[in-house]
């Protein structure tokens, strides 16, 4: 029985009153339905049967999700409808594990209930889809929002769940995370790309996405592209012939540090929805025959959702909301940045963590210098002695997907680098195995000191990391991309790591990428003898093959404002390009003051690519200084857990070989913590208190790890031992070993 709150007496006072006015009283005129301020564009409306297509699986339902990649009639002319349906495939997928073994179809997936039972089939849902762009009023901006509403929505329980994208995705980034549990709970979602998304501009052929995915000549698009670079004209013809077939991409490119807008972009998308929804269910008003507003934040629970930069994005809308539209909050792995750690504590195990809390582009940056140097250490490597990444496992080694770039082995790679960051004075060691220790202990002092996410540095290196190093540097800095940041730009290469046309497969990457390097790769412009993939690329001061560091060494001191080498201060326009990205950090980093509001941080020990020493134990550290006793955050470590669930499935099943056997699905546990928060919103059930929650990895043999089970995966626990509480108060923050 739903208790009644605050909210639902408002809502009864409201109803009340418009139910006076309705019958010819002397109370306040009805509040009409009016499209929110910054939605420019509603690009389009669809009804989808449930059956032929639908909201969280386009008709593929679950086998279709856990099969083969769906194709097109004509690749070189996708239509929309086959855009989104392989769109939907891809994003499911990519931030899970599609396996059977992993937990696809038990644990969770489209046929899963909201009670964790297999009754839903394929598990399609009927409803309306709505697109739409968000503009502050230049045409430039084009965020994409986007609203669900399952059939089964009931008016009279109305709840909204938000679904930002992670990473750099397009807006169908988070369906199989909070859509796939707000569409199963009869919630609207309210989704957006937050600025980001696949706004390719391929600069060679002038060619851009629209809203639905197709590809077009910029001309033809004109203010209905997702994005558009600055260049055109002369300086794009320039442009072209200095560096040729580059491409652009808008969270890198667009000059807008799209970041500092997430929160906005999500209270955006979550006023979109009540728009939407008082469109579908509310009375016409007799007077005007517009619709009347009778769905509102005042009657409909709203829970703020998403995983990864998804979960960074609600965080920062539920910190900006200042108008009551969010009830709660729950995310997984979130880019969560203080803005400051001033009188703030991260202990483990007993002891203070050092340089905990630092800003995410500051943390990439460093890792990038080490991080390949460090990966071939001999205390990279899990406690079973299983390595994934480029080296195999024992007596089974990868294919050279993942062992090599452009024929040139990794570990090759790997060991020059450790002598150009000891020619440099930034490791010692007189061999590469010391050295690689040097580099190893270097990253651990900063913030990576699980043993297991340890293991994961060499496939972070080869697959991940210098995606965000270069692009986030791009993006705070609002540089173009004629600037060719520290040397580097993006491009498709070929087989032997060198800049190529870009494939016709194009048309295809609003369905088929993530929305930062699928499509294209880091190039090293500078690299001596000319343009390579980064990894390939070689440093004029060591000309040595050693993954482009001199440009990651501009990186690092765009980030700092001094010399990463010579501890000097930046000068002249290395300054001033230096304090144009420190400002841009500044822009995106949380306030900490989640409102009082419920709200639930859950993340993996051993995440990698976003240590919990930099987000959700400092986050929590730093709410609990700045919210004190008024704040309701819990926070859930989750052992053997890592930041990519998509990671986890064999090399043939598209993940990398070896997590299968020490690493569980995050998954399950956003799925665990929206079930606690909407218990909480909707029942007054109380939250779990901060707790270590400890699973158990799956082991066996390395790309065959035996099939999961609910034992590997014990719930967030209502009362937790003393062994496994975390707790917060005053601006420090406790998790036991």
């Not at 644990?107 to 968000?134: Q, S």
């Not at 007993?350 to 205390?379: H, Q, S």
Request: charged share 15%.
């Amino acid at each position: 029985m739903h208790q009644p709150t605050r909210r639902t007496l408002i809502a009864l006072t409201a109803g009340a009153a418009a139910l006076a006015a309705g019958c010819g009283g002397d109370g306040p005129a009805p509040e009409l339905n009016t499209l929110p301020g910054r939605v420019a564009t509603i690009a389009s409306t669809k009804t989808y049967d449930g059956t032929t297509d639908d909201l969280l699986t386009a008709g593929l339902g679950k086998t279709g999700i856990g099969g083969a990649a769906p194709g097109f009639v004509d690749a070189l002319n996708p239509t929309a409808v086959e855009l989104r349906r392989r769109a939907i495939y891809t994003n499911y997928r990519g931030v899970l594990d599609p396996t059977a073994a992993g937990g696809y179809g038990t644990l969770y997936g489209p046929n899963i209930d909201v009670e964790g039972r297999d009754t839903l089939g394929e598990g399609k849902i009927a409803g309306k889809e709505i697109l739409a762009f968000a503009d502050d009023g230049t045409g430039k901006k084009n965020v994409t929002l986007m609203v669900q509403i399952p059939a089964n929505f009931d008016k009279n329980n109305p709840c909204i769940v938000t679904g930002p994208s992670s990473g750099s995705r397009g807006v169908y980034g988070a369906i199989g995370t909070a859509g796939d549990w707000g569409l199963k709970h009869g919630c609207a979602v309210a989704y957006t790309d937050a600025g980001k998304g696949t706004g390719y501009h391929d600069l060679a052929a002038d060619k851009v996405n629209l809203i639905d995915g197709r590809l077009v000549t910029r001309a033809s698009a004109g203010s209905l592209a997702t994005f558009v670079s600055e260049l055109a004209g002369g300086a794009l013809a320039a442009f072209n012939a200095a560096f040729p077939n580059r491409i652009a991409y808008k969270h890198i490119h667009s000059q807008q540090n799209p970041e500092k807008d997430w929160g906005q972009n999500v209270l955006d998308s979550v006023r979109l929805a009540f728009w939407a929804l008082n469109e579908e269910y509310s009375p016409v008003d007799p007077g005007t025959g517009r619709k009347r507003v009778t769905i509102k934040a005042d009657n409909t629970l709203v829970i703020a959702s998403s995983v990864s930069n998804g979960g960074a994005e609600s965080l920062q809308a539920l910190e900006q909301d200042t108008e009551g539209l969010i009830d709660g909050l729950a995310v997984t792995e979130p880019n969560a940045q203080p803005s400051s750690m001033a009188g703030v504590t991260v202990n483990f195990n007993g002891a203070a963590v050092a340089n905990a809390g630092k800003p995410l582009i500051d943390y990439f940056t460093y890792r990038m210098l080490y991080e390949p140097c460090a990966a071939i250490a001999a205390g990279a490597q899990a406690p079973s002695g299983v390595r994934p990444g480029w080296f195999g496992f024992g007596t089974a080694p990868l294919g050279s997907a993942l062992t090599q770039v452009g024929g040139v082995e990794l570990q090759t790679i790997a060991a020059n680098r450790c002598q150009s960051l000891a020619d440099k004075g930034l490791v010692s060691g007189a061999t590469t195995a010391l050295q690689a220790d040097a580099a190893l202990a270097k990253m651990q002092a900063y913030g990576w000191n699980d043993p297991l996410a340890n293991a994961l540095h060499a496939s972070h290196y080869r697959l991940a990391d210098l995606y965000v190093a270069f692009g986030y540097v791009v993006a705070y800095g609002r540089f173009s991309v004629a600037d060719n940041v520290c040397g580097f730009s993006l491009a498709n290469v070929d087989a032997a790591g060198n800049v190529a046309a870009q494939a016709a497969s194009q048309t295809l990457l609003f369905a088929t990428s993530n929305g930062l390097n699928t499509g294209g790769d880091v190039i090293y412009n500078d690299s001596v003898g000319g343009a390579r993939l980064y990894h390939l690329g070689v440093s004029a001061s060591t000309n040595r093959m050693d993954g482009a560091l001199d440009g990651l060494l501009c990186l690092r001191d765009l980030v700092t404002g001094t010399n990463a080498v010579t501890g000097l201060a930046l000068t002249g326009t290395g300054l001033a390009n230096s304090q144009r990205v420190r400002s841009g950090m500044a822009e995106v980093l949380l306030s900490g003051n989640l409102r009082g509001k419920p709200a639930v941080l859950i993340q993996g020990r051993s995440d990698t690519l976003v240590p919990v020493n930099h987000a959700s134990r400092a986050y929590t550290a730093f709410n609990s200084k700045i919210e004190g006793a008024a704040s309701n955050l819990r926070y859930y470590e989750v052992v053997n857990a890592n930041h990519f669930d998509a990671f986890l499935p064999n090399a043939a099943g598209g993940g990398v070989q070896g997590y299968d056997t020490l690493f569980i699905p995050l998954h399950y546990y956003f799925v665990n913590g929206m079930d606690l928060i909407w218990a909480r919103l909707k029942n007054g059930v109380a939250l779990p208190p901060s707790q270590v929650v400890r699973t158990t990895p799956r082991g066996g043999t390395p790309g065959a790890a035996p099939a999961i089970t609910a034992i590997n995966v014990p719930k967030i626990s209502a009362a937790p031992v003393a062994g496994n509480a975390i707790t917060a108060a005053g601006g420090a923050v406790s998790v036991p070993q």
